[in-house]
């Protein structure tokens, strides 16, 4: 069941990848030159949609909370985040990107998967002198804004229902992919 | 349906709740979506077929399997229990994305020109038609992209969009990093550029 899952899930998530242009370098480098919005807004409003749906069906009963995984926060999260950002405008992929635009058969995509395979290597070999440095030192830890009722994570807004949270944060996201223009010097508009 | 198939592109709309629904769909059923851990399973399992002593099975290992590689043996082996069976859902998830890719490419209705598969009109209009320049940078680019990853413990899949979904903390500082890098870099590097 879990592999028919597998297969599934991922040939959906590569096919949507593919049509909303997040595997098409030249979308990516638009994007983040801030001349082409499209994908922002896809994100954006992906982000916000997933996010305020599963605090519902939480909310709700209707799934538990038992699928949910969240990340620890630790300095080598902004500043990893921050060499991806590098490697994702010199390329215009990022890792799942780039897998799928291999298969769409795009031959850079071929060259960026190999490019990363020797990334990730190199960490793999220097991670055990890395382990004990000031970037694996903690941030914040597993800690959510929105409270998930998962013990070991922290939660940081625990004042209001993890909805109220979570569904703010949505709505925000969804109204910024709403009000970007589609591209720069546009007029606002949501077509 | 025949346009959501068939359509080159999709609108941002469609885009966005499509992606939306990709994610909340996998954190329902099985688990959150991420991509660039499999980049070390698939380095592992080449190390493996290489040399067998990668990965040992070692029943003191909460997941039963060991390395001499600190970073496949953290966890208590997680990674290397992987390496060992690569039938595993996550592997085979990313494996499938490319299936994923290669269906929407093939059903697309125009599809792109020739030139266009390995260089995109703005790095022409910037670094001209040579592909080994193209391709010189895009190792890079993914090197970087994913020793970065890795070092943050996860990457646009796994971070930003998961982890913003479920309000992770870790999701935000991540998207800043990379934001905060990514626009400098690509407005100053296609500066110009179509």
């Known amino acids: ?191 | 349906m025949k346009n959501f198939l068939f359509q080159t592109q999709w609108s941002w709309k469609t885009s966005g709740a499509a992606l939306g629904l990709a994610f909340l769909l996998a954190v329902v059923l099985v688990k959150p979506i991420g991509v660039s851990t499999q980049f070390v399973i698939l380095d592992g399992m080449i190390w493996n077929a290489l040399s067998s002593k990668t990965v040992v099975i070692d029943e003191a290992a909460s997941n039963g399997y060991s390395s001499p590689n600190a970073y496949l043996n953290k966890s208590g082996g997680k990674y290397a229990k992987s390496v060992a069976h690569p039938l595993n859902y996550s592997f085979v998830f990313v494996l499938a994305m490319v299936g994923g890719g290669f269906l929407a490419s093939r059903l697309q209705s125009n599809r792109s020109e020739k030139k266009e598969e390995a260089l995109p009109a703005v790095w022409r209009s910037r670094f001209g038609d040579s592909p080994s320049k193209r391709y010189a940078a895009v190792f890079i680019g993914g090197f970087l992209a994913l020793f970065g990853s890795r070092l943050a413990g996860g990457c646009t899949s796994g971070h930003m969009m998961s982890g913003m979904m479920q309000t992770s903390l870790s999701g935000y500082l991540f998207a800043f990093g990379a934001f905060a890098v990514a626009v400098p870099v690509a407005i100053l590097m296609f500066k110009g550029g179509k």
């Open chain 1, 1 to 191: 069941m879990e592999m028919f899952l597998a297969i599934l899930l991922g040939l959906f998530f590569g096919f949507v990848l593919q049509k909303c242009g997040a595997a098409n370098p030249q979308r990516i480098i638009d994007m983040l030159r801030l001349k082409d919005f499209h994908l922002m807004k896809a994100i954006l409003s992906g982000i916000g949609l997933s996010s305020l749906l599963l605090f519902a069906l939480l909310a709700l009963g209707v799934i538990d909370n038992g699928n949910l995984s969240v990340k620890a926060s630790y300095v080598g999260v902004p500043l990893g985040g921050a060499i991806l950002g590098a490697g994702w405008a010199i390329s215009g992929f990022c890792s799942g990107t780039g897998v799928v635009a291999a298969g769409a058969g795009r031959k850079d995509a071929l060259i960026f998967i190999l490019g990363g395979l020797a990334g990730a290597l190199a960490f793999m070999l220097i991670y055990g002198s890395l382990k004990s440095t000031f970037l694996f030192s903690p941030l914040g830890g597993k800690a959510t804004l929105a409270e998930t009722g998962v013990e070991k994570y922290t939660t940081l807004v625990s004042s209001l229902p993890a909805l109220a949270v979570a569904g703010s944060i949505a709505v925000l996201f969804i109204l910024l992919a709403w009000i970007l223009p589609e591209r720069q010097g546009d007029a606002v508009d949501s077509k």
